[in-house]
T-cell receptor, first 113, second 116 residues
């Protein structure tokens, strides 16, 4: 069974631009969570989606948004990029929320210049 | 909010020896999950071991075992017979059961070096 895939793996953007990252969960998994990893703040939860609905959101500004499609694939969008948005963005999937292990993808490395 | 603390930024161990990584957490909840994740240089986060708070028995996965002390809110990871492939960042993480939320609260990580 294929693991969690994230595209693209690397991305370079300029301040003020917007970016969309994609995550395909393991087949059959319906819950997708997103995390931001930076050297300064560590790993921080962004949001969680299940059955195309956002169940939970972390403490991030409204520039960060996401969605989930009927096939459970998820995208996250960051608008008006800032230098501080440079990070590794990790996606994790599980069968359903609560009680199940989360499996992480390889991440997307976003660099904002 | 739940907080997870890993007080050892870096640790090293000789190959074949045993090492223990520390983790403490703060919560007012009675039921929760605790995890240890490994992140090698490839960046892929891999689940090492998990512990459910209502289970008194410490979890074990091959060379990996935990010492779960619920009253002390401590959750340490012991790696026995360390191998070169164990070199990585190790993150301790907490997830609530009561809220039903799926999000993990992570510690700041411990970088483990394995010396040949």
């Amino acid at each position: 069974k294929a693991g969690v895939t994230q595209t693209p793996r690397y991305l370079i953007k300029t301040r003020g631009q917007q970016v969309t990252l994609s995550c395909s969960p393991i087949s059959g998994h319906r819950s997708v969570s997103w995390y931001q990893q930076t050297p300064g703040q560590g790993l921080q939860f962004l949001f969680e989606y299940f059955s195309e609905t956002q169940r939970n959101k972390g403490n991030f500004p409204g520039r960060f948004s996401g969605r989930q499609f009927s096939n459970s694939r998820s995208e996250m969008n960051v608008s008006t990029l800032e230098l501080g948005d440079s990070a590794l963005y990790l996606c994790a999937s599980s069968l359903q929320p609560g009680g199940d292990e989360q499996y992480f993808g390889p991440g997307t490395r976003l660099t904002v210049t | 909010a739940q907080t997870v603390t890993q007080s050892q930024p870096e640790m090293s161990v000789q190959e074949a020896e045993t090492v223990t990584l520390s983790c403490t957490y703060d919560t007012s909840e009675s039921d929760y999950y605790l995890f240890w994740y490994k992140q090698p240089p490839s960046r892929q986060m891999i689940l090492v071991i998990r512990q459910e708070a209502y289970k008194q028995q410490n979890a074990t996965e091959n060379r990996f075992s935990v010492n779960f002390q619920k009253a002390a809110k401590s959750f340490s990871l012991k790696i026995s017979d360390s191998q070169l492939g164990d070199a990585a960042m190790y993150f301790c993480a907490y997830r609530s059961v009561q809220t039903g939320a799926n999000n993990l609260f992570f510690g700041t990580g411990t970088r483990l070096t394995v010396i040949p």
